[in-house]
């Protein structure tokens, strides 16, 4: 409980276990500003400057190892040779390590729906419903209830690691960690002024002008070579890419060793046994829309560099003619990596495909009409369509003011995403209109970015003496 001025008082509520009151009145926007702002004395903003390994920190390739358990052993080796391929891919593999530190750092309190793995590479563009296209968080597997401040710690360190490895030197990689966090910190200002409704109504738009898109020229150009790519993601193209017909004519997909291989007809049903029962988790008239597809092939796939190993299937099904294909992912879904350093979720919560689908409705401004969960094999799975004109900025081409600029807009939406079930005013208020916090997380990305170096090489050597196995892939 925290003074809020006057008599009131600002108790932290947990907004995620469903009980709701609709007599009760909160505080204003001014009142929770002003908590936000108090909240400094407590934790100053520049504490955020701070990394050193604390003491009993655990082994990061132990904590890397851990992670692998109820994983496909076979896939393992993959994993790891994908996660030691750069400091950037490690960074993205390694939520386990990060949750551990991430957990010994300040925060104020005030919990939100976090997407738990807010790197670079975790934002992109999807269509909506209407077909636009916009560009959001697109990952929500480590989605959990949280620190406000653990995301943005972790999107910070990204710039910073994906800084270093486009080459750029430390002038360079700090002044795009700081216009990071200043786009985390302008919206969240701008966000606090905004009725509720309409921070659920706000879209990042490619196509269409966006204060959550401030784009220069050259990365203008970067944008629109990644939306034309984008757009060209469509079932119809996919199925030309990775499916072939059988010899009665019927489709079947392609085998790829190193991503699609078949599975035995008993997976086979028991995967169309999940999609099923998938169906009763999405609304009525999207259920209705899946009767009009049958399963025509399902096959196993590695997806991601962090999620090798877990259990992934493509299904592809057929509506009324060839020209009608459907692509949905079956992925499962483990617990998240901040789980043990955070209180317990409540019980509504603990199929961890349901936690991935409610809270990814939760941040986005749009989710896919056909995102749910099921289970298989009493494991826990979610859905979602595998090609939505999908796609990305090529992160591993942006340097100087592109990088900045892609920093800014991923700040920007994170703050919006945060700002969907926290309170915008709180967050504004201590992050304040000054660039304090922004030097201070840029002293501790470029901190973290050492740590994520020192832990990568550890990763290496321990492949290189044998310790660990690693498969490394050639492109």
């Known amino acids: 409980m925290r003074k809020a001025g006057g008599s009131r008082t600002y108790v932290e509520k947990k907004i995620v276990a469903g009980d709701l009151d609709l007599r009760e009145e909160g505080l204003s926007r001014d009142r929770l500003y002003e908590v936000g702002r108090q909240s400094r004395v407590k934790i100053p903003r520049e504490s955020h400057s701070e990394w050193s390994p604390p003491k009993g920190r655990p082994n990061p390739v132990a904590t890397v190892l851990a992670s692998n358990k109820g994983r496909q052993q076979e896939l393992i080796p993959m994993r790891m040779g994908r996660m030691a391929a750069s400091p950037f891919t490690f960074l993205r593999g390694a939520a386990a390590v990060m949750a551990w530190d991430l957990s010994k750092t300040p925060n104020i309190g005030h919990q939100v729906v976090m997407d738990g793995d807010a790197h670079l590479n975790n934002f992109g563009f999807y269509g909506t419903a209407q077909r636009d296209l916009i560009f959001d968080l697109n990952d929500f597997d480590e989605a959990t209830y949280g620190p406000w401040e653990w995301d943005l710690k972790r999107l910070a360190a990204s710039v910073n690691v994906a800084a270093r490895e486009n080459g750029m030197d430390d002038t360079g990689r700090r002044a795009s960690v700081m216009r990071c966090v200043d786009g985390y910190r302008t919206n969240a200002k701008r966000l606090q002024a905004m009725p509720a409704l309409d921070i659920w109504y706000l879209h990042a738009y490619l196509d269409r002008t966006s204060p959550l898109l401030k784009i220069d020229p050259k990365s203008q150009a970067i944008l629109a070579k990644a939306m034309a790519k984008a757009r060209m993601q469509t079932n119809q193209a996919l199925l030309q890419k990775i499916a072939e017909r059988r010899s009665n004519g019927a489709w079947q997909f392609r085998t790829d060793p190193s991503i699609l291989t078949p599975i035995t007809p008993a997976m086979r049903n028991k995967v169309i046994d999940g999609l099923n029962s998938y169906t009763s988790t999405l609304l009525r008239e999207r259920k209705s829309l899946l009767r009009k597809y049958h399963v025509v092939d399902v096959a196993h796939r590695v997806v991601g560099v962090g999620s090798v190993g877990t259990r992934a299937y493509l299904v592809l099904l057929m509506g009324r003619g060839d020209d009608d294909p ?6 499962e879904a483990t617990l998240p990596a901040h789980a043990p350093y955070l209180p317990k979720l409540p019980e509504e919560f603990s199929h961890e495909g349901k936690r991935v689908v409610m809270f990814q409705r939760a941040m986005q401004a749009s989710s896919d009409l056909l995102l749910g969960w099921t289970s298989i094999d009493k494991r826990p799975f979610y859905v979602r369509q595998m090609k939505n004109m999908k796609g990305g900025m090529p992160v591993e081409l942006l340097r100087g003011e ?44 470029e901190a973290y970015g050492n740590q994520n170096e020192s832990d990568h090489a550890a990763l290496v050597e321990a492949i290189k003496s044998g310790r660990v196995k690693a498969l490394r892939e050639t492109s």
Do not use: N, P
């Open 402 to 445: 592109q990088m900045s600029f892609y920093a800014w807009a991923c700040g920007a939406l994170l703050a919006r995403a945060h700002a969907r079930t926290g309170e915008a005013a709180l967050i504004a208020g201590y992050c304040g209109g000054s660039k304090v916090l922004d030097e201070a997380l840029a002293d501790w990305a």
């Open 326 to 331: 459907l692509f949905l992912q079956v992925k």
